[in-house]
């Protein structure tokens, strides 16, 4: 058996056994529902795309969130008309329930103001104030 | 991940462990002979019929455990097949029967609990503590009496039995039975104690220490341990017994205390032995000492050393080193021979692998609601998880060497029937603790 083949064999075996472990790892991220890929539910994060300060900041909604302006609100929302605790986010099966927490200004989806727990989809906008946020 | 992804990752070991055996025939000018598709059909039999076992006995267990323990089995028996070749021994067919006949049992064992639930260990725990000890004392049997069940003497150690049954016999380590029986035990023990075990604290500073009377088991563990070590001169087992014991302990407490007593009498007993026996005295000399000592206590690790500095960082090549070189290599050193075949590279898989089974042990008991069954998974994993850290620790010098085999790779019967059996057990627990 030529050296050259050998060797290569040699790496094919080692690249093998990492390509196993490398399954197993995924099979058990994939059952505890942890991607290795940073993949996540459709419709569970929130970008800002209009602010004068948090502009892109992103938002991965795990359970329940809490956007308000108090530094203790899970999420601090950086914005003047915003209340100290503005809403809730809350991720389901598919996508998120936001619900207004009696903020002062109001929230707005789609431009249209929340008066009851209101289901978002993916490419909704959801206003605070002067802050526009996107649901992707 | 389903059934049938952990089926198609049992055919991808079982593949592995034939792909093994090829490039290490042909690295030793060996053409392609029947070995190659005898070790994938033996891996692919056992191993498939486990994973048909669980699918017939226990089909919510978690599908995450088989898949690596397969390739740890595949590992290890390609590099037994190597040292074969090297040695002239013909351990790796011996391997194959006893690959086939612990699969077996494991599938025995999950057809056993099918129609009752494990809790029975722990009703009956009186009974297996006492079977559990009489398997360890049977090697002390005499060695030339005419009882066909005879005890056995291996380099010092008091370790086998002997079963003649005329036309042939068969030897095994009943040990490796027994600590399943143990653990069992002191799961069963701790469950039903926990309460009492967990409120009776006294604190001296910031760490919580239990009352004096509730240490009587820890007591007793001990004991049995420096008894083993005295009788049978088997310091592998002896450490194995007392750490996992004080680990149990610990998760079933939550007391700090139970570590730091532990710790303080394994301090002691160490030392005494150190002082008292000189099997003893040689391991720690090879340990802080191997090159010094080369030509006879330190010869064994000073070799492992040299084997994984050989291998480097991707290793010889399957079938290229010498790791015939390490005495008794595919027994206590397989990890160094596979260290020098496949380098760094290739251990630092077999340690992802180890990892990866050891968490699903733990996850397993950190999902069960029930606490007997949930030590009684910790309990199981810490088993698995100390016995490869002595082992690796002691190749790679970190802990003195005992003489503890490294589960699923080590050329051996017992101890793959026995790690094969505590993996069902798992698989049992995980199949009567799923939602």
Known sequence: MPDIILALLRIIFLGLVYLFVWQVARAIGTHLGISLRRSRREGTRVVMIKSETQQGTEIDVQDVTVLGRSPEADVNLDDPYASEFHMRLVAQDNGMVLHDLGSTNGTYVNGRRVIAPTSLRRGDTIQVGKTVMEVR | ?435
Do not use: C
């Open chain 2, 1 to 435: 991940m389903t059934r049938n992804t952990e089926g198609a990752l049992i055919v991808a070991a079982s593949v592995l462990a034939a792909f093994g055996v090829t490039l290490v025939n042909f690295a030793q000018d060996r053409s392609l002979d029947a070995q190659t598709a005898l070790t994938f059909l033996v891996f692919l039999i056992a191993f498939g019929g486990l994973h048909l076992a669980v699918r017939a006995f226990a089909p919510k267990a978690t599908p995450l455990l088989l898949a690596p323990v397969t390739a740890l089995t595949a590992l290890g028996f390609f590099q037994i097949y190597r040292l074969d070749l090297a040695m002239e021994t013909d351990r790796a067919s011996f391997q194959r029967w006893w690959i086939l006949i612990a699969a077996t049992l494991a599938s025995l064992t999950l057809l056993v609990f099918k129609g009752t639930t494990i809790s029975i260990l722990r009703r009956y725990r009186n009974i297996t503590l006492l079977v559990s000890l009489a398997l360890i004392l049977l090697p002390n049997l005499p060695a030339d009496w005419g009882f066909p069940l005879r005890g056995l003497s291996v380099n010092g150690s008091r370790l086998w039995v002997l079963l003649d049954v005329g036309f042939t016999s068969f030897q095994f380590q009943p040990a490796e039975l027994a600590k399943l029986g143990l653990v069992a035990y002191v799961a069963g023990y701790l469950a039903d104690h926990q309460r009492a075990l967990r409120e009776a604290k006294r604190h001296i500073g910031p760490i919580a220490f239990p009352e004096p009377r509730q240490l009587i088991p820890l007591l007793i563990t001990w004991g049995v341990s420096v008894l083993i070590l005295i009788s049978q001169r088997d310091l592998g087992a002896s450490l194995l017994l007392f750490v996992g014991f004080v680990l149990l302990l610990y998760a079933a407490t939550g007391t700090t205390g139970y570590l730091v007593a532990g710790g303080f009498m394994g301090l002691v007993a160490g030392v005494a032995s150190y002082l008292a026996f000189d099997h003893v005295q040689r391991r720690v000399i090879a340990w802080v000492a191997p090159f010094e000592h080369y030509e006879d206590e330190g010869f064994q690790i000073a070799q492992g050393l040299f084997a994984l500095g050989t291998g480097s960082l991707s290793g010889a090549g399957p079938g290229l080193g010498r790791p015939d070189l390490i005495p008794n290599a595919s027994t206590d050193f397989i990890f160094a021979a596979v260290g020098e075949e496949l380098g760094f590279a290739g251990t630092v898989s077999v340690i992802a692998l180890f990892a990866v089974t050891v968490a699903v042990g733990l996850g397993i008991a950190f999902r069960s609601r029930d606490t007997f069954r949930k030590l009684f998974a910790a309990g199981l994993s810490f088993v698995l998880a100390v016995q490869t850290i002595l082992i690796i620790g002691g190749i790679l010098r970190l802990v003195p060497l005992t003489g503890i085999t490294l589960p699923f790779m080590s050329y051996g019967g017992s101890a793959l029937v026995g790690n094969l059996i505590l993996v069902a057990l798992l698989l049992r627990i995980s199949h009567e603790e799923a939602p």
